[in-house]
């Protein structure tokens, strides 16, 4: 075993990444027997796929970088990270979706909005690259809604051990048509009165985002105690942005405002808490506060008390 991951580095990274004190204790109670687990669940000479679902404010992106940091120093390892949402349709082809099938398509988020077979072709490449090849990893501009310029990807090199795929809606299940049927807030009843929209995003869940999600070797679900939380989470991040930002309240919502985005993943949501804990090979179970309380493996249970 390679021993390089010191404690200067954990605490840079927590440094880097304006992590609270208590994150220490999440690496030493949780993270670090992740890392130690995916050791022995690679099978040698293949690139290992790690899906990492969980809602807004669960840590996804943390835990990915986290992973990173502590198999490419504690065992000399090779990690890629891709996160789903640098995969997002272009702007473009949002509104041509719109146009054709539903106004609500122009909102990025939501299975329909990637470009799959893109991602799809991205994994299958990364997992095939050899020690003297590089590839460029796509990335997504928030800021303009669109795909950023390629010369502005970063690059990894060959070859992969580990290739993490973080997001939202990774690993996430079709529903069933009676499930569909009932609206479930105001912006499925108001906006899509029809069902078209969330048909549609079912339909796409059920066809190639399950193709892609069936190349997953594990699957990590980041468990949120309820939707509420995660509501509130997003009112707590927007009141911080609110806060620090040099820029006055430009581009920051408000509670109504949220309301109405969040309104947009709440289906998949909700459907994950109840769901994924039954067929995700590790679960986080994260409280009120953002703290993970215990951890499960398949049908082992690591639980700390804090």
């Known amino acids: 075993m390679n021993t390089k991951l010191t404690n200067q580095l954990i605490a840079d990274f927590i440094a880097a990444h304006h992590l609270p004190d208590g ?3 999440l ?11 995916l050791t022995k669940k690679r099978r040698p000479g293949r690139t290992f796929l790690l899906g990492i679902n969980g809602a807004q404010g669960t840590g996804k992106s943390t835990l990915a970088a986290y992973l990173q940091l502590a198999l490419e120093h504690g065992y000399g390892w090779r990690v890629a990270v891709l996160s789903i949402d640098d995969f997002y349709l272009t702007k473009l082809e949002r509104a041509q979706l719109a146009a054709e099938i539903h106004p609500l398509l122009a909102t990025r988020g939501v299975p329909g909005t990637h470009d799959i077979q ?23 501009d928030k800021s303009l809604d669109d795909r950023a310029r390629p010369d502005s990807w970063p690059t990894v090199s060959g070859p992969i051990d580990l290739l993490v795929l973080e997001g939202w809606c990774v690993g996430s299940m079709p529903q069933s048509n009676e499930a569909l049927r009932k609206a479930i807030n105001n912006l499925e009843e108001h906006q899509d009165t029809s069902g078209d ?26 468990q949120a ?13 927007e ?31 909700r459907a994950n ?4 804990p039954e067929t995700a090979d590790v679960t986080f179970e994260l409280d009120d506060s953002h703290d993970c309380v215990r951890s499960r493996y398949m049908s082992n249970t690591l639980a700390r008390t804090k």
């Not at 690496?27 to 687990?37: F, G, P, Q, T, V």
């Not at 808490?273 to 994924?276: C, D, R, S, T």
Request: proline share 3%; hydrophobic share 40%; glycine share 4%.
């Open 225 to 237: 105690p309820n939707f509420d939380a995660i509501y509130r989470w997003r009112v707590e991040q």
């Open 197 to 222: 929209w969330r048909q549609y995003v079912n339909e796409q869940l059920d066809g190639p985002y399950a193709e892609l999600f069936a190349r997953l070797d594990a699957l990590v679900f980041l």
């Open 118 to 140: 893109m991602l799809t072709g991205c994994v299958e490449r990364l997992r095939a690259l050899q020690s003297n090849e590089t590839m460029a990893l796509p990335r997504f």
């Open 23 to 25: 994150f220490l204790r």
């Open 273 to 276: 808490i109840a769901g994924l």
């Open 239 to 269: 009141e911080k942005l609110a806060r620090t930002s040099d820029h006055g309240a430009a581009g920051i919502m408000n509670r109504e405002q949220i309301t109405d985005f969040i309104q947009h993943y709440e289906r998949l949501t």
């Open 27 to 37: 690496i030493e109670d949780h993270y670090s027997h992740l890392a130690e687990w």
